[in-house]
């Protein structure tokens, strides 16, 4: 059975930093494409970064410069370092993993709260 989950979530003060982690379980992590993704309270979930199963990256525009993602497939985890926090990330922040081509799954962990207090 697939599972991520998430940890290293907390409050921190502006300018500060966080890793999160994403371990996960019961997929073919080295051929998934990983993705965190956030939700703030009333809006949508967007996608903050993503990192593909050859390690090619993409980020937000709003999160450029200060977030970095990284991948560990010996310990089957994916990881967001976050650093120059802003108020504006405050939000739930959930793990993906997707692969578009077979075997095709796409899962979510449960999400670790980030607030950032000014």
């Known amino acids: 059975q697939a599972q991520l989950v998430e940890s290293g979530g907390g409050l921190v003060q502006a300018g500060g930093s966080l890793t999160l982690s994403c371990a996960a379980s019961?997929?073919?992590?080295?051929?998934?494409?990983m993705g965190w993704y956030r939700q703030a309270p009333g809006k949508q979930r967007e996608l903050v970064a993503s990192?593909?199963?050859?390690?090619?990256?993409n980020y937000s525009d709003s999160v450029k410069g200060r977030f970095s993602i990284s991948r560990d497939n010996a310990k089957n985890t994916v990881y967001l370092q976050m650093n120059s926090l802003k108020p504006e990330d405050t939000a739930v922040y959930y793990c993906?993993?997707?692969?578009?081509?077979?075997?095709?799954?796409?899962?979510w962990g449960q999400g670790t709260q980030v607030t950032v207090s000014s």
């Open positions: 990192i593909t199963s050859r390690e090619s990256t």
């Open positions: 993906n993993a997707v692969r578009t081509r077979p075997p095709m799954y796409n899962y």
């Open positions: 019961g997929i073919f992590f080295t051929i998934a494409d």
